[in-house]
């Protein structure tokens, strides 16, 4: 006899969210996590205390620079870093004690330590002691971590990744963030906000790659408007650290041409990997791809029978919310349902202030693929609700089959955009037309109207441009 139904190795979205569904089905589950506390890297050093962040910062710089206009006067706005701090981790300690509990009511085991497979069947716990535990089926969901560079030490001070990035002790006067994908601009957001001249190195021509072009363009000048300045094209070739700053080389893709700067801290942020090793994969035959993500089917099956693999440590976007539909979609399957996952419908978002959200193809992907496409966009700035709100920046855009009028893609840059973003999303996963949002009532005034007139405007027929 087995000791549990489902071993899950890893307490983040993905697994944490799989126990509770396990358990729910009437399964005897256990859940292993390396860390101390409930969450994984999103709960903990990932989306929630970065979100929590950006929102204390968002507060700020508002107050400071915009309060007059609304006819608010106040004195002098200071900065507390330590409380702001507080607040972040008041919220994180929240969330983790959260699914602790919701662990204890679900019955699910929960132990700390580290995994590795002994056997196919067979599973060891290493802590403070060591046991081996059986199972009839493993989910294994460890997640990612921050990828590293040859030549970059990262020592979460001078050189940090974004779990440095959300913990520093003092506002830097300089920050270079190495990479211009989401975590970067998030966290030199965040900083350039409080009052850090932020300087962000892509090696691309461009940032937030995945995303829509148009969008991209536009969400560059926006963040440059608010001081954010960009090296495209270069990439960091050198780090030297000092007592106090980070001697930065970068050399430029077109001539290579190199510069050299200074800055206090330097934010590592050119992706994350899949976390494989320690698990001894290799030794039960566990199939790993070129970038040691686990290779598994369309039932999250490994090449190993009962073991499975979700989330970041699978193929796929490294999203949080990914990572929870598979966690259920996983457990049903092991249960004899027939559940499925709908990868056309993630949704992806930038929790900057515009926010950047997206779901489906940018419009680069339909013209490679030669689909033939329509297109319909609609600006805030001819929205009441976001007029009475001083949120006008930005646009909803939704590109829609030429023939059948199915939406196959949508990208919005602007206030509460990951919001507005789900109603296409609902839209699509129903096989949703253009037509079908253009047709629903929403109501007035809402930015979500603004989602109904770029439907319209997909055959020309949006009503307030």
Known sequence: MA????????????GYVAAIRAAQLGMKVACIEKETTLGGTCLNIG????????????????FKNHAEEHGIKAGKVDLDLSKLMQQKDKIVKQLTAGIGYLFKKNKITHLNGTASFVDKQNIKVKSSKEVTLSAKNFIIATGSSSMERPGITVDEKN?????????????????????????????????????????????????????????ATEFMKSLEKQGLEFKLSHKVVATKSGSKDVEVTMESEKDKKQIKDKFNVVLMSIGRKPNTEKLNLEKIGVKLNDHKAIEVD??????????????????????????????????????????????????AIVYTNPEVASVGKTEEELKESKVEYKVGKFPFMANGRALTTSETEGFVKILADKKTDAILGAHIIGHDAG??????????EFGGSAEDIARICHAHPTTSEAVKEAALNVEGRAIHI
Not at 3 to 14: E, F, N, S, T
Not at 202 to 214: A, H, S, Y
Not at 298 to 308: A, C, H, L, P
Not at 324 to 331: F, H, I, K, S, Y
Request: aromatic share 4%.
């Open 3 to 14: 000791d549990y139904d489902l071993i899950i190795i890893g307490a983040g979205p993905g």
């Open 47 to 62: 989306c929630i205390p970065s979100k929590a962040l950006l929102n204390s910062s968002e507060k700020f710089i508002e």
């Open 159 to 215: 050189i940090v990744t974004s779990t440095g990035a959300l913990s520093l002790s003092a506002v830097p006067k300089t920050m270079l963030v190495i990479g211009g994908g989401y975590i970067g601009l998030e966290m030199g957001s965040v900083w350039s906000r409080l009052g850090t001249k932020v300087t962000v190195v892509e090696k691309l021509d461009r940032i937030v790659p995945t995303m829509d072009n148009e969008i």
């Open 298 to 347: 369309k039932q999250f099956k490994t090449s190993v029978d009962g073991i499975y693999a979700i989330g970041d440590v699978a193929p796929g976007p490294m999203l949080a919310h990914k990572a929870e539909e598979e966690g259920v979609a996983c457990v049903e399957i092991i249960n004899g349902q027939k559940t499925h996952m709908n990868y056309d419908t993630i949704p």
């Open 419 to 428: 919001q507005l973003v789900a109603e296409i999303v609902t839209a699509m």
